[in-house]
């Protein structure tokens, strides 16, 4: 068998991506799907292995726009590093492709897992944001929920669910506008995005592009099932903050998660709207059936915000988040990123919707019969999150 052979990604190569994307319990895409994501690589969409066989390994990449006071950047993403067993060893070519593209300040993995962790440390990657590399942040919303995903995920450890165990609800949300609280559409509200974005960018620090064109590229997704909501904090006609929202799955078993994608706000008086707009997230994900909201990626900034914000739990466990900088003059040190500047807007399931007179979140047997047979893993760190949930409330956990 020859070795395989490094090449980009070809419009023709989506079937292929999804049968790969299959293997690995990654979610699919259709081809418009693509098509969508893969112009985030603004000429560069990412690297595929093929041996005589096939498309066996991938890497995607995304391209983003960054600013610092007058300067312009960009820095480059990866998601669904992807290596079939007969093309074991392939990573190494596609992280060294990954890291080695032009035109790029810095190359980051921010959403890695525990397989891959040694991977991404091997190839020269370091963990960032270094204090928080290995955290999230998690607000539970519906321990039930939670508990009878926990149950599917040891029933299909090494199997997919013939159905969908849970759905996302269509239940009506919260108020739309409530002054100075506001639902941002990208495209009604751009001239507003667009004088914060602008502030923003004077701020001194790395600021990824947050224009009302790339949130409306954003907001196009053809495969979204569910779309993404869009708070800020307007006074006077000026925005001082934003928070970005959008509810997503990991497989067939798991419950609908509302994640955190993006916090982003102006001076002091932007910090404690950043707190208002990141609880009524927390109020939008109970009402509409996430099992949990999860902030996935943080720095030191937004963990003072969501320090604020009651029930959070900060979750301790493998790196996940690391980049590679093109060169020591790299503005490491002002680059403070959020989910935003990382794949989860781009890689979370579409869940499936329930219909809007079925009740949101649990679509699986109840838990307490397993609980009762020991089904239920006590040393895990869900169910101990879980346990003080339920005895204090919304308590709150570092560990």
Known sequence: ????????????????????????????RSERGWQWLHSFGQG????????????????????????????????????SLIVLPRAKGGSKALLDAFRSQPGVFATSIFNGNDRSAAIYEREGFSPFPEAWANAKIVWPLAPMTILSERVARLQFRDRRPPRELFCASTRPSVPSRMEPLVALDPWLEADSIELFHEELCRSQTVVADRSAAALQRRFSDPDQTVAPVLFGWKESGRLSAIALGQTGKLTERDAPILDVIDIAWIGPDGRSAAVTLLSHLKTLGRRSGASRMRLSLVNNATAAVAGSVPGRLVRRRHVHAYAHYSDAHSPTELWRPTPYDGDFAFCLRAPPVAAVDELPGIRFPPVVAAIGDGCLDRRSADFDDLRLCALRGDGQRVG
Do not use: K
Request: charged share 15%; glycine share 10%.
């Open 1 to 28: 068998m020859t070795s395989p052979v490094l090449r980009q990604v070809v419009a023709g190569d989506w079937t292929s991506l999804n049968d790969l994307h299959r293997w690995a319990w990654f979610p699919q």
């Open 44 to 79: 560069y969409p990412g690297w595929v292995l093929e041996d005589e066989q096939g498309v066996c390994g991938y890497l995607g990449n995304i391209r983003q726009n960054y600013t610092l006071a007058n300067a312009r950047f960009q820095a480059a993403t990866g998601y």
